[in-house]
């Protein structure tokens, strides 16, 4: 991608530690099966990491763990990230980390269970940083609530902090090589390509069903949340009830784990809202993310996403309520009887709501006959590339889902990725910089009105195509606005060929000046 | 008792008579390996359920958003490649610059 520029792979959300080990798979059988396998095994995974974590460490019931672990993976959050989020779905590392920050408490292992969080921690950097991150606030927020809440953990402060060192170190030696190729190496950048003040969680999302389920609507989805992917918040109004009253419940029973876990998920609750509070789309008053947000990392945070770690608060209250639901006092009198059948009716009822349906999907077009049968590599030699027409971005994908079905057997100019902009002092671009031909391509692909030439445009489109080592440019009869395109480029270049389902211009002689 | 299950509160009031009280009334639960294993296989059950329309699709279908709110978002809020908006002074005279 993005001859002749490159990307830098570290500075993605390059899911390494999933691309990797799914290489088998992706060689065997395509990048969309392991794509829909990942999707698949980072939902039910997540969840089983909760409920291994839970049902070992925090309840006695494996049904309540079941609950928790469910909810950690199925939540309305996780489902709408599944849109597109490899990297924010795959948490299945997450109770580990937060299992292992923990266990550094326990007399005697901290050198041990240092090494094993180091460890997590270095693998979860090559999954996801912004989940570590997450991981690492939410984890660390809990800690100091429960230390509020029980002063007597401190005793076991000191090999707490000798653990963590190591676990630091541990995570600090494995990812010194990909943490200097992403801050430091070619096409690095710093920031986001857009102010992340921009994607906040409105308070009336919280109560309101997600799009994806069964009471779900995607007009009012739509209205409250920015994407499809960044419904977070979701919960519904019937389990944002129930959550609140088994908190309150479990508050009252002086269950420490549960006051610190709640307390955890109703700050990052109120965290998420952003820096203004908005409700159902007004402005109401300036929200508290205000006072962290422009601190370092924090003004890289969507605030939105912070909604994703009242998730697993969620998960775990819902399992201790239903753990001391389903295992205390047994039925010897008639009330816990009845709190039982209470407590999982209501959290059984206040989920069906938000259960999630299928993903929704549209047609995208296969990959021309041209790249699929092989035909393209008559015209791409090696060092030169294909140009798609409009070229390769976020918005036309082409290109890469092109160059996928062939295994990157070719190499495209442009792309969709986040870049540097021309000038370092800018906020970097989802892509490569725009040139003139890639801007007019778009342009054209975007109106459907083929663009005139005038003087000089010649130069800057060979200027382009030189650039790029361009051998071909192709444009598909399933492009939007195929005719204008065509026109367009045949300004320049004269009519295509038409080869198996594309036009073609070879333009090899073109580039090399002869 | 370790440290972790202090930590953790996990609630250690269920004495062994009681405990075996709970498993006679909860008998049809599975417990142990038997219900990690049903568990598992229920998660990934549900997890194949969610994602079945892009299996059933492999070949020419993808996640679908909101349409025309999702691809907006890049468009208004980072760049714009029909000009409207140009967000960087390059854009100004856009295309040309």
Redesign the interface.
């Known amino acids: 991608m993005d001859v002749p520029f490159g990307v830098n792979m570290a500075a993605q959300t390059n899911v390494l530690g999933l691309g990797l080990p799914m290489t088998p798979v992706t060689l065997l059988f395509g990048p ?2 392991s794509f ?1 396998a990942l ?3 980072g ?2 995974g997540t ?2 990491a909760w ?2 974590v839970l ?1 070992r ?4 019931s ?2 309540a ?2 609950v928790g ?2 909810f950690c ?2 939540a309305p959050g996780m ?1 709408s990230e ?3 989020h490899l990297h924010i779905i795959s948490q299945f590392l997450t109770p580990f980390i937060a ?1 292992y920050v ?2 550094l ?3 005697g292992r901290w050198r041990r269970h240092g090494i094993i969080l180091g460890v997590l921690m270095a693998y979860q950097v090559l999954i996801s940083e912004e989940i570590l991150f997450f991981t690492g606030l939410g984890v660390g927020l809990f800690i100091v609530m ?1 230390v509020l809440l029980r002063p007597s ?1 401190l005793a ?1 402060f000191r090999q707490f902090a000798a653990g963590a060192a190591v676990a630091l170190g541990v995570a600090a030696v494995i990812l010194a090589i990909p943490l200097y190729k992403q801050f430091a190496g070619a096409q690095h950048y710093r920031g986001l ?2 102010p992340p003040s ?1 994607i906040y969680v409105d308070l009336a999302s919280y109560s309101a069903f997600p ?1 994806n389920s069964l009471a779900g609507d ?1 007009t009012t ?2 209205r409250l949340a ?4 960044e419904e977070t918040s979701f919960f519904g109004w019937p389990m944002v009830l129930v959550v609140l009253v088994l908190a309150g419940w479990l508050w009252l029973r002086k ?4 006051r610190a876990t709640a307390i955890t998920g109703l700050t990052f609750a109120v965290l998420s809202l952003g820096y203004h509070i908005m409700i159902n789309g007004r402005s109401t008053v300036p929200g508290p993310f205000r006072i962290i947000g422009e601190l370092p990392l924090f003004d890289l945070v969507v605030s939105a996403r912070l909604a994703l770690v009242v998730v697993p608060t969620v998960g775990v209250l819902l399992a201790i309520a239903a ?2 639901a ?3 006092a ?2 010897s009198t008639r009330w816990p009887a009845v709190r039982r059948y209470l407590v999982v009716g209501a959290i059984a009822l206040a989920a069906v709501p938000i259960l ?11 990959p021309p006959t041209f790249i699929t049968a092989g035909h393209w590599r008559q015209y791409v030699p090696a060092g030169r590339t294909l140009v798609t027409v409009p070229t390769t ?3 036309f994908l082409d290109g890469m889902r092109w160059a996928s079905a062939t295994n990157l057997e070719f190499a495209i100019p442009r792309g969709y990725f986040l870049g540097p ?3 370092p002092s ?1 906020p970097p ?2 892509g490569a910089v ?1 040139t ?1 031909t ?3 391509l ?2 054209v692909a ?2 459907g009105s083929a663009r005139p030439k005038q003087d000089g445009d010649d130069a ?1 489109f060979l200027h382009d195509l030189k650039m790029w080592h361009a051998a071909i440019l192709v444009l598909s009869d399933q492009q939007a606005n195929a005719p204008a395109l065509l026109t367009t480029v045949e300004q320049f270049l004269g009519p295509p060929q038409l080869v198996d389902d594309v036009w073609v211009w070879d333009v090899r002689r073109l580039v090399d000046g002869r | 008792m370790t440290t972790t299950e202090d930590f953790v509160d996990r609630h250690r009031e269920l004495g062994s008579a009681e405990e075996a009280t709970v498993r006679r009334r909860y008998r049809w639960m599975p417990a142990g390996r038997s219900a990690d294993l049903l568990t598992a296989g229920v998660y990934l059950a549900a997890a194949l359920y969610v994602t079945s329309s892009l299996w059933i699709g492999l070949r020419d279908r993808v996640a679908a958003g909101y349409g025309e709110q999702d691809q907006a978002w890049p468009t208004r809020r980072t760049r714009s490649p029909t000009c409207r908006t140009p967000s960087t002074p390059t854009r100004w005279t856009c295309p040309s610059g």
């Open positions: 969309r099966v829909v999707v698949m095994l939902l039910a969840a089983y409920y291994h049902s460490y925090v309840v006695s494996r049904a763990a079941f672990g469910a993976g199925f489902i599944s849109r597109g299992l923990v266990r408490t326990e007399p429960y953990v076991g390509p857009f921009l799009s995607v989805a739509a920015h994407t499809s992917a269950v420490t784990v549960a753990d001391r389903l295992a205390r047994p039925g999630p349906l299928p993903l929704p999907t549209t047609r995208v077009p296969v971005s976020s918005f902009n021309s000038n800018s671009l989802y725009p003139w890639s801007i007019v778009d342009q975007l109106t800057l």
